[in-house]
C-alpha cells in the first residue's frame, strides 16, 4: 500500500484519525493496517482468528482478563470504568 492508501485508510476507518494514535504513531498503524489487511489472505489458526478479532474489538471496561469483557458494538454508549 502507499503512503496516500495508507492514510485515507485511517481517515475512512478510525474515529480518532485527527489527533488520536494515527496521528501519534503513523508508522506502527500504518505497519498494523498492511499486516491485517495481507492477513485477510494467509491462513489462520484459531489463536490468530481469536487475537485480530480481539484486536478489532471495543470495550466498555476494563478487567484483568480482558477476553472476559464483552464488546460493545456502538462506541458512543462508551462509558469507561474508571474505579480501578
Do not use: R
Not at 485527527?18 to 499486516?35: Q, R
Not at 495481507?38 to 478487567?63: C, H, N, R
Amino acid at each position: 500500500m502507499t503512503y496516500d492508501e495508507v492514510k485515507n485508510h485511517g481517515k475512512k476507518y478510525s474515529k480518532n484519525f485527527e489527533g488520536g494514535i494515527w496521528e501519534k504513531e503513523f508508522d506502527s498503524m500504518a505497519k498494523k493496517t498492511v499486516i491485517k489487511k495481507l492477513l485477510k489472505y494467509a491462513p489462520l489458526s484459531i489463536e490468530m482468528q481469536k487475537a485480530v478479532t480481539f484486536d478489532e474489538s471495543v470495550k466498555g471496561s476494563i478487567d484483568n482478563d480482558m477476553l472476559l469483557v464483552e464488546s460493545i458494538e456502538d462506541v458512543e454508549e462508551i462509558q469507561l470504568d474508571t474505579n480501578i
